[in-house]
């Protein structure tokens, strides 16, 4: 009897241990399934929207989310979804608004809509160029005000930056100012200050997300778009159109716009992080965008000068070059372009002058030959300086 109580007596404790076994088996499973749910809740995502592709955007982006996830110790998750992946322009500005997406970079003139003072940054001249942009909106004074922008719609600007200048690209060249009258040109805003200038110069302006541009450009839907120097190039526009005509004193100006409840969400000590860190970045981009604008400019004119039959490439391309200083090399592609343009004389006598100015001879004989041959009407003075150099 004694035995048979022993052999039950551990028998009990045998199946007691078991279940404590499976009892604590259970609630250290449990434990780890709360700790791996507060660690990725911990993780927070940070959504950034763009409708470009490797550009100033992207480098901020990549720029920021090094930094802010370092600094949080990876309590923020930086995503960045290029080439409109969230959606089209507008969508995006809406979800920024109502806090699905965390922060967009956009062209100023596509905040208007929701915060009309945005559109002060797209006025004509208001910058000389892309430094002195730079300079401004650098300037403490200026930031205070803009940094008001958009604080009756939940959202606020947490950096700038100057994207590139503005270009209009087009199917026929655009070489004088009539020569816009009858097309439809794509603008970076559709507010009326971004349409009214060309509607006065009897074009057709219409406002087009970024993401339509290329197909309406290439069904010809389109005549010519208006948009940053850098997004022609990321985005291959040279397979599709050719006539590049600058528009100074005006520059794309590219806001980074975040959900106002998002950032408080972070509480104050991420806050901190991520506001620092927009600027930081800012800053730090600047000498990668002035590279930037200058590889673009350089690639545009490679993918110009490859087809020298082409009289449009040849004429961008000689005034392109003419404006850096170089005047033989612009002398020469404008020789190039100038038999096939629509006034081929006052090409030729564009192309004497140049040639006169670096003292070339010889290319002053063909360039005043080109003139009084396309010449409508006789050309004494030209002749008679052909026959001096004959002489």
Not at 168 to 183: C, E, M, N, T, Y
Not at 184 to 213: C, D, M, Q, W, Y
Not at 307 to 318: F, I, K, M, Q, S
Request: glycine content about 8%.
């Amino acid at each position: 009897m004694h035995a048979l109580a022993e052999g039950l007596s551990a028998c009990k404790f045998g199946v007691e241990a078991s279940l404590m076994r499976k009892v604590l088996g259970a609630a250290f499973a449990a434990a780890m399934a709360v700790g791996l749910s507060t660690a990725a809740q911990a993780q927070i995502k940070l959504k950034i929207s763009s409708p470009t592709v490797n550009d100033m955007s992207a480098e901020w982006s990549k720029t920021f989310a090094a930094a802010v996830e370092k600094r949080a110790g990876g309590k923020i998750k930086v995503e960045f979804y290029p080439a409109g992946q969230l959606g089209p322009i507008p969508a995006t500005v809406e979800g920024t608004a109502l806090g699905t997406i965390e922060m967009v970079v956009l062209a100023s003139g596509f905040y208007v809509g929701l915060e009309p003072r945005f559109l002060v940054l797209d006025m004509p001249g208001l910058f000389d160029n892309t430094e002195h942009g730079r300079k401004v909106l650098s300037d403490p004074a200026a930031r205070a005000v803009l940094s008001k922008f958009g604080n009756t719609k939940g959202v606020e600007p947490i950096a700038y930056f100057i994207h590139s200048p503005l270009y209009l690209l087009s199917h026929k060249p655009v070489r004088k100012f009539s020569d816009i009258a009858g097309l439809k040109i794509r603008t970076p805003g559709g507010a009326p200050l971004h349409l009214e200038p060309f509607r006065k110069a009897n074009a057709s302006p219409l406002s087009l997300p970024l993401g339509e541009v290329l197909p309406a450009m290439q069904n010809k839907t389109i005549d010519g778009a208006i948009s940053g120097l850098t997004v022609y190039t990321g985005f291959k526009y040279y397979d599709v159109a050719k006539g590049m005509t600058a528009l100074p004193g005006s520059v794309i100006i590219a806001p980074i716009v975040a959900n106002s409840a998002f950032l408080k969400s972070l509480g104050p000590d991420l806050e901190k992080v991520v506001r620092e860190e927009a600027m930081n970045a800012e800053n730090a981009i600047v000498p990668w965008g002035v590279a930037d604008e200058a590889a673009a400019l350089e690639t545009w004119r490679k993918v110009l000068a490859m087809n020298p039959a082409e009289p449009d490439a040849n004429y961008n391309v000689g005034y392109a070059v003419l404006a850096e200083g170089d005047v033989a090399r612009a002398a020469d592609h404008l020789a190039a372009a100038a038999p096939a343009l629509p006034k081929p004389a006052q090409a030729w006598r564009r192309v004497a002058d140049l040639r006169r100015e670096i003292g070339d001879r010889a290319g002053l004989i063909v360039a005043l030959r080109g003139s009084l041959a396309a010449a409508e009407t006789s050309q004494p003075k030209l002749q008679a300086e052909l026959d001096a150099l004959l002489a």
